[in-house]
């Protein structure tokens, strides 16, 4: 397994192995690797010829404020997995290597970008749509993966691949959840166990709100705070928003027909945990 430290090492990989007639599946990452990106790997070492995974703490999705220093770091705990899984190229760089003195292109996607996720953290989806772009256009892959962990990401990067004719088409993974319903996700480290304890019932309110639609419920609102409701008998739980949305457009619903997704966010002391739930309801036959 190769590990590529400079863009252009990875932009000649690259060009080398489709040279060669290989594909390249791609699956990008911030490290501190789970079983949620495991699923990620796996999908691409079975669709592709070749896997590259990225590892890489953009610091231009974080605010001033997140947790950019402290965000988790294992680079050979990484490599293992990867080598484990069959990757063949991890792709590292540094943070000066992506971003060289005199950078200013910053790329939005400003819709998608506007509510839930793009509220709470003002800049952050132009920090991963900037990055994202990079990626595409030095990986050049055939397939790259994304979690459905990160809803809200994963519509800005497909409407941003197909604005900007990025290369290779985009898949997105079902969420990887622990026993308890809680999705994977590298902060859940900074969990305490009391708090650990209390995350699934952002899980839970998510449940309660994909039931009741399928029991036949239709009005956003009442279905938001049936959620709302789920969430405060967890009273370490505050939280940020519970939403019922378009999954293309991810406004808000007020009455929903056919396909809906369930948002939600939360918050245990400093951590925010997201979480969603598509749900389409079936025409009776
Ligand atoms: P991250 O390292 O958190 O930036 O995540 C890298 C990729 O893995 C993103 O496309 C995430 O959506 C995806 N991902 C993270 N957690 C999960 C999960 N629990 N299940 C599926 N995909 C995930």
């Known amino acids: 397994m190769k590990l590529i430290r400079t863009t252009s ?6 060009r080398r192995l489709h040279r060669e007639g290989v594909t390249i599946g791609f699956v990008p990452t911030m490290g501190a690797l789970h079983e949620g990106h495991r699923a990620l790997i796996r999908a691409a070492r079975l669709a592709c010829d070749a896997v590259v995974v990225s590892i890489f703490v953009n610091p231009t999705q974080f605010g001033p404020t997140e947790d950019l220093a402290k965000y988790p770091r ?47 953290r003002p800049h952050h989806f132009q920090g991963v749509a900037t990055v994202v772009a990079k990626l595409l256009s030095l990986v050049q892959p055939d397939i790259s993966w994304f979690g ?34 809680l999705a994977l996700s590298s902060r859940n480290v900074y969990l305490s166990a009391q708090q650990r304890e209390a995350a699934p019932v952002l899980y839970r309110a998510l449940q309660a709100g994909a039931a009741a639609i399928r029991g036949g419920e239709r009005r956003g609102a009442f279905i938001q705070r049936l959620m709302a409701h789920v969430v405060k008998t967890e009273r370490s739980v505050t939280p940020e928003y519970l939403a019922v949305c378009d999954p293309s457009t991810l406004e808000p619903l007020q009455t929903i027909q056919r396909h809906a997704v369930l948002l939600g966010a939360v918050g245990l002391g400093t951590v925010r945990l997201l979480d969603n739930m598509p749900v389409t309801i079936r025409p009776k036959s």
């Open 148 to 181: 459905q962990k990160d809803f809200q990401q994963a519509a800005l990067v497909r409407q941003l691949a197909k604005d900007l004719n990025l290369p290779g088409t985009l898949r997105v993974h079902p969420t990887v959840r622990e026993r308890d319903g």
């Open 74 to 120: 294992q680079l050979r705990l990484d490599r293992a997995l990867c080598a484990k899984e069959g990757v063949d190229a991890i792709f590292a760089p540094t943070a000066g290597a992506m971003y060289q003195p005199g950078f200013q292109t910053i790329v939005s996607v400003p819709t998608l970008a506007r509510l839930w996720e793009g509220e709470a």
């Open 9 to 14: 090492a990875m932009a000649d990989w690259s």
